[in-house]
């Protein structure tokens, strides 16, 4: 039973720069949730997506993007790249409105 | 906006030593708090609680939430060095969707 992947793993840009987060949920979940944790931080929420449609989201610019295919993946982009936008991201999947949320590895960014 | 905090930032103990991690929280429409180990990347996940005063077990890791005072305890029992790890505590808001909210995390450390 596979769990939540991502990919990359890691990634480096400069400022300015667009970057795309991908993220495929636990096989039977259709829910995905987007979080940002900075270096010493707890896990920030970015949005939800349910349905190919972002369902709530937190308090985060319109640099930040999301999409949810037919095959509930999803993809995180964010846009003009600042600094601060440098940290872990992870992906987490759940199952319609359950509570339960299961984490990926998450992808890290760098940007110079 | 919701509140999850949590105690002590960080702890060293022997192994074999016993730990209370705490979380406190203000959360508007409270649903269920959640408890999450993570070690190098992914948080995974540990207990979820929803009703006051019934602990939850799982091996030597125990868990229980007062929903009067507003606040959880995760306690290790016999810690041996792979406990070593940050302990994140998240509420959950009632609601369409399962947005959690976490905290800063506890980090723990086993030394032999």
């Known amino acids: 039973d596979a769990g939540v992947t991502q990919s990359p793993t890691h990634l480096i840009k400069t400022r300015g720069q667009q970057v795309t987060l991908r993220c495929s949920p636990k096989?039977?979940?259709?829910?995905v949730s987007w979080y940002q944790q900075a270096l010493g931080q707890g896990p920030q929420f970015i949005f939800q997506?349910?349905?190919?449609?972002?369902?709530q989201r937190g308090n985060f610019p319109d640099r930040f993007s999301g999409h949810q295919f037919p095959n509930y993946s999803s993809e995180l982009n964010v846009n003009a790249l600042l600094l601060g936008d440098s940290a872990l991201y992870l992906c987490?999947?759940?199952?319609?409105?359950?509570?339960?949320?299961?984490f990926g590895p998450g992808t890290r960014l760098l940007v110079l | 906006e919701d509140k999850v905090v949590q105690s002590p930032l960080s702890l060293v103990v022997h192994e074999g030593d016993t730990v209370t991690l705490n979380c406190s929280y203000e959360?508007?429409?409270?649903?269920?708090l959640l408890w999450y180990k993570q070690e190098k990347k992914a948080p995974t996940f540990l207990f979820m609680l929803?009703?006051?005063?019934i602990e939850k077990k799982s091996g030597r890791l125990s868990s229980i939430l007062d929903k009067k005072e507003l606040f959880s305890i995760l306690n290790i029992t016999a810690t041996q060095t792979g406990d070593s790890a940050v302990y994140l505590c998240?509420?959950?808001?009632?609601?369409?969707?399962?947005?959690?909210?976490f905290g800063t995390g506890t980090r723990l450390q086993v030394t032999l």
């Open positions: 987490a999947s759940s199952l319609g409105g359950t509570v339960t949320q299961y």
């Open positions: 096989s039977g979940h259709d829910t």
């Open positions: 997506y349910y349905e190919e449609e972002e369902r």
């Open positions: 959360v508007t429409n409270f649903r269920s």
């Open positions: 929803t009703s006051s005063g």
């Open positions: 998240a509420t959950d808001r009632g609601g369409t969707a399962s947005k959690l909210t």
